[in-house]
């Protein structure tokens, strides 16, 4: 029963411009995260995530783990239950479809590329 309460069964929440994290979700059986951008955007500048928090201006280019988090890095410097949320409400982050790539959500640079083709078998 706890398992289906964290994997959750609505539909994933991403939005245009939202950022799929699932560097790790897939493989600890968890939904991947889904970092709303602009909802953070239009409340704090950007040097407060991308200098001062020290993400890197990338989907995919941070190491995120929920140990980290837990430990005050990346998304736990607000999200500590003074600030914002704690880390305890799991399907607030997790809403993503499973097996969806870390990605800028339904990015302009993703309509543009196309996608990968699979590599030939030697």
Known sequence: MLVILLLGTGPALAEYGDVVINNYSDKAGMRPAIFPHWFHRIRFRCKVC??????QFKAGGNDIT???IIDG???????????AWSVENCNLCHSGKPNTSTQVHQSTLQKLLAPEKPKAKE
């Open 50 to 55: 991308h200098a001062d928090l020290g993400f």
């Open 66 to 68: 929920m140990l980290k």
């Open 73 to 83: 890095e990346f998304c736990g410097a607000c999200h500590n239950g003074d600030v």
